[in-house]
C-alpha cells in the first residue's frame, strides 16, 4: 500500500513545502476554496501520535500551534479548524485549516454540507495573503527551533 503522504515528501510540488526539519514538513495544502490550510506532517510512516516518543508529540504539536499563531496573525480567520484523522492515510498528520463565516461549508466541517458558494473576491483577497502567511510561518518555526 502506498502512502499518499510519504509520497508527497520524497516529491513535494513546487511551493508546497513551506518550512521543515530532520523530523516533519509544514506544508502548503492547493485547496482554491481555503487559502491557507496547512498540513503538519511527520516524515517518519508512523501510524498514530502516541507511536511517537513524548519530546516527539510536543515537537508535531508546537509546530500546529506555530502554524495557527500565524494564520491567526496574517489571516484574522473567525475559527482555525486542528484535525487529525488519518482514517484515508494513515500517517501522522494535522491539518490547520484558517474558517470563515463565509467560507462554502461554514459552520460545517470543510468535508461537511457544502452551505454556500464563497464569495470569490473573499478568497482572492486571503490567497494574496499567502506569501505572508508562509513567511510568518517560517518565522514562527525558526523562533521555535531556535529557542
Not at 37 to 52: C, G, N, P, Q, S
Amino acid at each position: 500500500m502506498t502512502c499518499d503522504l510519504c509520497t508527497l515528501l520524497a516529491a513535494p510540488p513546487v511551493g508546497a513545502v513551506i518550512w521543515e526539519d530532520a523530523q516533519l514538513a509544514v506544508v502548503a495544502v492547493d485547496e482554491p476554496g481555503y487559502p491557507g490550510f496547512t498540513r503538519v506532517v511527520w516524515k517518519a510512516h508512523v501510524k498514530e501520535m502516541t507511536d511517537l516518543a513524548p519530546a516527539e508529540r510536543a515537537h508535531v504539536m508546537a509546530a500546529v500551534w506555530a502554524v495557527e499563531t500565524a494564520q491567526r496573525a496574517v489571516l484574522a480567520p473567525h475559527k482555525v479548524n486542528l484535525a487529525s484523522f488519518g482514517n484515508m492515510t494513515p500517517h501522522v498528520h494535522w491539518h490547520v485549516i484558517p474558517r470563515y463565516t463565509d467560507d462554502a461549508h461554514f459552520p460545517n466541517p470543510t468535508w461537511g454540507a457544502r452551505q454556500r458558494d464563497a464569495a470569490p473576491g473573499a478568497l482572492q483577497a486571503r490567497a494574496a495573503l499567502l506569501p505572508r502567511l508562509h513567511a510568518a510561518i517560517v518565522d514562527q518555526l525558526n523562533e521555535l527551533h531556535h529557542a
